[in-house]
Structures are given as C-alpha cells and as structure tokens.
C-alpha cells in the first residue's frame, strides 16, 4: 500500500529512491456527482466523504491526505496500468500523480468531484509519461508491452479460480497477455475511454469530466476502440 512517510520525504524535497509502494489488489468505488460552487457549500449539500479530507488538507493536515491516498490509490493504479501495460511504470506515475495533487490541493475549488479532479491528474500523468518514453526509444520496442499478470476486477478476462489447472492458469496469463498487448496497440484517444468505460466502469459523465471532452466524442471514441480492440484480439486470438 501506499508508503506515506516516504510521501513526506519526496514532498519535503529530500532525495530518496523508492520502490513500488503500492499493493496488487485493485479497487472499485461508486460514481459521484457534480459538486457545487465551494467545498463548504458541498459539505452542507450533498454527502461526500472525500469533502471532509480536503478541507482539512487544504489547512495543512498532510495526514488527511493519506485517508484521500487510501481511498483512490487502487483505482489510480489500476487505471495507470491498464492505460501503460506496465506495473513498475504504473507505480510511478501513481506516485507522481499525488505528489501533484498534494502540491495543487489549496488550489482545489470543488468545480467538480474530488475523484473525478484526482482521476483527470493521473492519466494526464500517464499520458505525459508515455510521450517521455516514446521519445527516449522511437525505434525500439517499447517496454509497455509487457504486461504483468495483476489481481482485480478486469471484465475482459474470467477471474482464476482455487480450481483453475496449471494449464488453465497458463492459458489464462497467455490470454491476459495477448489481451493488453491489443490494448497497447489503440492510439491513446481510444485506449483511455476503453479502460475507463470497459474495464473501470466508469459512467459516460464521469469519462467527460475526467477527460474534458464532450459526451459526443467519449461514445464516438469508445465505440472506435472496441471496434479496434476486437479485430486486434480476433487476429491474436481467434473468433470472440
């Protein structure tokens, strides 16, 4: 899980080399609503338990923002893995993300729902990261297609049985494999509404508020990158 005294060292600017700090189990939360003009006016309103953490991160309660850590950090993970292919590199950006958003948390102003602000900084940051390594290797494969094996809800494979056979359980790897491999392969536009539509669940509200783009083009995207992700894994896998 999130190590966060080591979270205060890098936020304190004091150099350290950190591993993934973060477990392989992903989360799933609820969607949410819009939030009103100010946080206070939020609280009174409508129910949000994230509200509560903010207000108090805002006034310098670093340790409110490990309760928003804890919260989101297995979907912020699961997103940034699905979205790169890769765990280590996922971990970072994770990191990165809420390095960000501690930093940017006073600026805060409840314009939309917390997660949904929190969601938007990591695949921004993922987004940023994946351009960074294109450059650094434009004509070498890049690391991002191999995939590792995680635990979790992922609709687009059976979850593993306690009676799955060793065979089973390697044909299964074999497909999750071939499954992220053809996920790699969108271009970023379609791969992010895929994995926040398909494998987060995420409503088609919440994917335009996260990547603010209008509701038109999060269907018109989604229905291209199914249409893609289907020939690729018909070409790798067989008929589906």
Not at 79 to 102: K, T
Not at 202 to 220: A, C, M, Q
């Amino acid at each position: 899980m999130f190590r966060f005294s080591l979270f205060r060292e890098i936020f304190l600017d004091k150099m350290s080399i950190i591993g993934c700090p973060y477990g392989r189990e992903i989360g799933e939360k609820k969607p949410w609503e819009y939030m009103p003009d100010t946080l206070d006016e939020r609280k009174r309103t409508l129910k949000d338990d994230d509200v509560e953490f903010v207000l108090s991160c805002q006034k310098g309660n670093i340790d409110a923002f490990a309760v928003l850590v804890e919260r989101h950090q297995k979907k912020m993970l699961n997103i940034a893995y699905r979205l790169m292919g890769n765990y280590e590199d996922a971990c970072d950006v994770v990191q990165e993300a809420f390095l960000s958003a501690y930093r940017s948390i006073r600026k805060f102003r409840g314009e939309s729902r917390f997660a949904t602000w929190i969601y938007r900084i990591v695949v921004n940051h993922t987004k940023n990261r994946l351009h960074q390594m294109r450059a650094r290797s434009r004509h070498e494969e890049s690391s991002i297609d191999d995939p590792v094996a995680m635990e979790g809800g992922n609709p687009l494979r059976p979850a593993a049985t306690p009676e799955s056979s060793p065979v089973e359980l390697l044909e299964q790897k074999e497909r999750e494999a071939k499954v992220q491999k053809c996920i790699n392969s969108l271009a970023d536009e379609y791969r992010e509404v895929l994995v926040l539509r398909d494998i987060q669940e995420f409503s088609y509200d919440e994917i335009r508020d996260i990547l603010n783009i209008p509701d038109g083009t999060v269907k018109s995207r989604l229905f291209r990158a199914r249409t893609a992700l289907k020939e690729c894994l018909t070409k790798v896998i067989g008929d589906l």
